[in-house]
């Protein structure tokens, strides 16, 4: 089938990337941000495709070709920042595609990472050409250029990459689902390539255990109520799904579909 969307992890190979610092490579942050992009597109049924998904060498002429010839209508294309600032940036063409970087932007916002700017910008005494080559030279399809953040922000990007790259890579794939009209979910509707564990266990030794709704960030402030395993001996739950590491959806007698975090650490087994 052909794609609506091609992911591009900026750099790769012999081209590291300027957004990199002493904890992370960009070309490899990028990788990493675009791969599990990938999954989460081929398990919410977008037809999706990649430019890379090693660490690979691409020229700028190798990459946009992909991108032209691969009949995707959207391109993203995935960078970690350098210079200084701190927060997201998300560039489009001077030609269009400002709505979806707004779109872009926003559920960054939401993801609680702070936008420094959307914005376009031309070559220099140019006015009808792109000054990025990914905006300039991938033809009719729509580039929208993400930044992250800056992997040499004086404030917290550093951090936050680190910790919550994740977080942020899954409000673009929640941007571009609604901006497309596709259904956007947290669960898993059992996509090949992404591990699927069968059964969450809640030993009866713990009293309260909270659960949190689906569209927020499992974390203390945003729970919607508490399970309470040892009034049952201990619960025992289908996983649904897997948003991100140690946090599984499951089906709830009293809540409904919920988030629940059950890193090993808590008591909790999954088998
Ligand atoms: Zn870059």
């Known amino acids: 089938m052909k794609p609506i969307l091609i992911i591009d992890p900026g750099h790769g190979g012999r081209d590291p990337g300027g957004g990199s610092n002493n904890q992370w490579i960009e070309k490899n942050m990028n990788l990493t941000i675009s791969l599990y992009q990938y999954e989460r597109y081929k398990q919410l049924g977008v037809p999706v495709a990649i430019t890379r998904k090693m660490d690979q060498t691409l020229s700028p002429d190798q990459r946009t070709k992909l991108v032209r010839e691969s ?38 916002r939401k993801a609680d990472q702070n936008v420094r700017r959307v914005f376009t910008r031309t070559l220099r005494g140019e006015t009808k050409r792109d000054y990025y080559f990914m905006n300039r030279e991938t033809g009719s399809v729509t580039t929208t250029i993400i930044e992250y953040g800056f992997a040499d922000s004086r404030q917290d990007d550093k951090r936050q990459l680190k910790e919550n790259w994740r977080k942020y890579a899954e409000a673009v794939v929640k941007a571009f689902c609604d901006f497309n009209d596709y259904t956007y979910d947290l669960e898993d509707h059992g996509g090949k390539n992404v591990e699927k564990p069968k059964k969450l266990h809640l030993p009866g030794t713990a009293k309260s255990w909270r659960v949190y709704p689906l569209k927020v960030a499992p974390v203390i402030g945003n729970e919607k109520g508490y399970l309470n395993p040892a009034k049952f001996s201990g619960l025992t739950y289908d996983i649904l799904g897997s948003p991100q590491s140690n946090v599984y959806v499951i089906q709830t007698r009293d809540f409904g579909k919920v988030q629940i975090y059950a890193h090993p650490n808590t008591g909790a087994t999954i088998r």
């Open 71 to 108: 009949g995707a209508r959207y391109c993203h294309s995935n960078h970690i920042n350098s210079g200084g600032g701190d927060g997201a940036e998300v560039i489009h063409s001077i030609f269009g595609g400002k709505e979806m970087a707004e779109k872009i932007a926003s559920e960054l």
